[in-house]
């Protein structure tokens, strides 16, 4: 097992890397309050692993909130059924709610333990490598408006993050390749030496082999760890770094209506295009591009776009909710491993780009 | 005009009390962000001061959200419409919600502020004395659950309070009252020398005289921010304080089922019992409990419990969302002006009290 620690001062807490992490009892009972807890995960999971951690909650007063599974039930509805479960299972302020699923389920159990009695404590036990890898730590939580994705939240650390690599095992590889869109992101950003680890490890990554698996995730939380601790609420421009490839995904999403395309699919292709408008306004070198887009495909991701009119993808790009004062702030590679927030990037070449990956 | 200071480090904001404020655009755009503005009301106080807040930020960009009036209201479904205005109006970061009303405007306008993209700015234009004095000043937002009061929601300060003495003069009297009951708890657990200036100036006070009003807010908004900056998130016990009366008084709204009682008036009651109580544990002089009923009276407030048996409110105390461990703290007077929390109160002891206070 690895562990790390996500400095926040008072709000400091551990994150826990290994394969059967589910069963460690005495690993809980070091990290959860004393009152009663609510296990919130989804009609997926809960079949898988629910009663693994029954069992190692045996001891404790344990109450369960089974929602739906998906994207679409990440609203005010379903987080109204937490909390019906949180007053039928009459947790108090010294309880906790115990997130176990993928990020989905991580958001809604986190926004429910931030407004809970006005905040309990919340552990994570991310059950995808999407979310052991980013939405499980950092402490952003939100439900979707219909109008935008995680339009209402709160920012609500969790007590503990427990990333048990064993349910990896059980992942879909379509979400598996999704996720590892996210840890190729944290090479870009800021660690060419682990770039070019993924670019080795990643056939024994999608093989999940434990020791691989291990690294990767840790790499990347250790990354998300640094970046968060040095910017918690997005304040400084630090942490919006975390963004790189989002603005292009996220416009990716909106525009086929979130159908066929995973997370962290459109966060791949947004990847490629961040990583291509670079090099055109002369930041990182050509080279940079071809081996993005090798790894990518090395990964089992996407490397084209949606068929989408690139100036419909640059109009939603602009409603974005990172976008204030009226300007599309982007992140970019100076180079491999060193990325920056700009706030002057010409529509011109940024439609260049979606133009070039047009299918 | 007076004006305080909550001092909350980053998150310190600005008090300005004195007539006339809704008119002050200088002062106004001394307080607010530069985005554009949400004011959320309510159909009871929008036909009195919209127009008039709507004139002095002519030059603002600003959206409205008129809410229905009344506490039946302030849950999820009413915070959705609050969401709905700021996305409609796009409303971003920059952004801020103004809450222009009494406790229920106040305390869902800074619900939605605080989970609105995970957090935009809020101003508060508190409209009723009891807002003025109390919930407008320290943070605490939320919306109700059937379940339970306040059950939902956040801390969330916001970036500046202006309590228009004005207003108040539209006020009903029997508002008026209310808000008196939170002015007394004031003078009860931390001044004494502010209790006997209000047994003198009451009569003056219910005529609505602005000096008096202004120096009544003034050194109740002073006693608050002083606690609230000691105890922000209510963990040390010293913002607990605030709570004289209010296991008592929430324990009668819920037996009535919030019928034909308003919350300052069942708090009046409950100060009264506290007062009681502290008597009984021989904390107090029993001649403090005369000037206590006498001041409720003076200021036009019930001093008797409703009809409703002294188990049950025994038992709907134990509800209270303070209770964890399963011990039921109380605020309780060690003298005049000096309050402390006590967690082992005897049962049989409230239930004297209870009993004493019937009809």
Chains 1, 2 share one sequence.
């Not at 986190?110 to 890898?133: D, M, N």
């Not at 400084?236 to 995904?249: E, K, S």
């Not at 419909?312 to 927030?341: F, H, I, R, Y």
């Amino acid at each position: 097992m690895q562990s790390l620690s996500i400095a926040l001062g008072e709000r400091t807490y551990p994150i826990y890397i290994g394969p059967g992490l589910l069963s460690e009892t005495a690993l809980f009972e070091a990290n959860l309050p004393a009152g009663a807890l609510c296990i919130v995960t989804n009609e997926t999971v809960a079949p898988l692993y629910l009663d693994t951690l029954r069992k190692t909650l045996a001891h404790r007063r344990v109450v369960e909130c089974v929602l739906p599974d998906g994207e679409p039930h990440k609203n005010l509805t379903t987080l109204a059924r937490v909390f019906d479960s949180l007053i039928a299972g009459r947790v108090h302020r010294d309880g906790a709610i115990i997130a176990l699923g993928g990020g989905v389920v991580g958001d809604m159990a986190g926004f429910a333990a931030a407004c809970y009695q006005r905040g309990i404590a919340c552990a994570q036990i991310p059950t995808t490598l999407l979310s052991q890898v980013d939405s499980s730590v950092g402490g952003k939580t939100a439900v979707n408006h219909p109008q935008g994705k995680n339009l209402i939240g709160a920012f609500h650390q969790p007590c503990a993050v427990f990333a048990d690599t064993k349910v990896l095992q059980t992942l879909p590889d379509r979400e598996m390749s999704a996720g590892l869109a996210e840890v190729i992101k944290y090479g870009l950003i800021e660690d060419a030496s682990f770039f070019a680890w993924l670019e080795s490890a990643m056939p024994k990554l999608r093989a999940r082999e434990e020791r691989e698996l291990v690294e990767a995730i840790s790499r990347s939380c250790a990354i998300k760890a640094q970046i968060v601790a040095e910017d918690e609420r997005e304040t400084t421009g630090r942490r919006a770094l975390l963004n790189l490839g989002h603005t292009f995904g996220h416009a990716i999403e909106t525009a086929v209506d979130y159908q066929g395309w995973l997370h962290g699919e459109a966060v791949g292709v947004g990847l490629l295009l961040a990583t291509d408008l670079s090099a055109r306004l002369g930041l990182i070198d050509p080279s940079v591009i071809a081996r993005v887009k090798s790894l990518l495909e090395s990964a089992g991701l996407r490397t084209v776009s949606p068929r989408v009119a690139p100036e419909q993808l640059w109009e939603l790009m602009q409603m974005d909710k990172k976008v204030s004062g009226g300007k599309l702030p982007l992140v970019l590679l100076n180079q491999l491993g060193d990325a920056q927030l700009r706030r002057d990037v010409d529509q011109e070449l940024v439609l260049q780009t979606l133009r070039h990956y047009q299918p």
